[in-house]
């Protein structure tokens, strides 16, 4: 299996300028997280879906980031317009029920 | 008061020693995860566990569920283990997870 895949690695952009991270979680698994990781708060849930639909979005920081998850096959996290202190490490992980989440490599996002 | 604490946050010991890191919450849990973090970036599961202990090679984990704490323990260290160890909880409540700081482990040759 090739484990859960995120797209781009790295990403440098202008600030103002919208921002879509992308994920591929293993295959029949039926949980999908989205995290940040910053040095100054670690890692912390965005937002997660359960079969498609999201379940709690009460960790995405404001109305700027958006997720959508339109098959089980693939999820995108969008920031529009996005800011410097969005500048963080996005990772993506999967799980198949109570089993342990697989992580992704992560995304490195840098906004000037 | 955080959730999860963990202790320490940062530890350098010599290659060989026996290490371990220390979690402590406050909160009802349905399993304690152990991830590490290697400087790359890239997160791995170590443990998932609810009870007693794990074993996976050098690597063992051990919970107490009575009193809210788990440690993580690491024999005949060695300079590749260096990583950062993160504790996560998985909440009785939802299927959400809570992490530590992390602990930042150096191992010197």
């Known amino acids: 299996d090739a484990g859960v895949i995120q797209s781009p690695r790295h990403e440098v952009t202008e600030m103002g300028q919208e921002v879509t991270l992308r994920c591929k979680p293993i295959?029949?698994?039926?949980?999908l997280f989205w995290y940040r990781q910053t040095m100054m708060r670690g890692l912390e849930l965005l937002i997660y879906f359960n079969n498609n639909v999201p379940i709690d979005d009460s960790g995405m920081p404001e109305d700027r980031f958006s997720a959508k998850m339109p098959n089980a096959s693939f999820s995108t996290l969008k920031i529009q317009p996005s800011e410097p202190r969005d500048s963080a490490v996005y990772f993506c992980a999967s799980k198949e029920g109570s089993q342990p989440q697989h992580f992704g490599d992560g995304t490195r996002l840098s906004i000037l | 008061k955080n959730e999860v604490e963990q202790s320490p946050q940062n530890l350098t010991a010599q290659e060989g020693e026996f290490i371990t890191i220390n979690c402590s919450y406050s909160?009802?849990?349905?399993?304690l995860h152990w991830l590490q973090q290697h400087p790359g970036g890239g997160i791995v599961s170590l443990f998932m566990l609810s009870s007693g202990k794990k074993k996976h090679g050098r690597l063992i984990a051990t919970i107490n569920i009575q009193e809210k704490h788990s440690s993580l323990h690491i024999t005949a260290s060695h300079p590749r283990d260096s990583a950062v160890y993160i504790c996560a909880l998985h909440m009785n409540r939802d299927d959400k997870i809570i992490f530590g700081k992390g602990t930042r482990l150096h191992i010197l040759p």
């Open positions: 295959s029949g698994h039926d949980y």
């Open positions: 909160v009802g849990i349905s399993a």
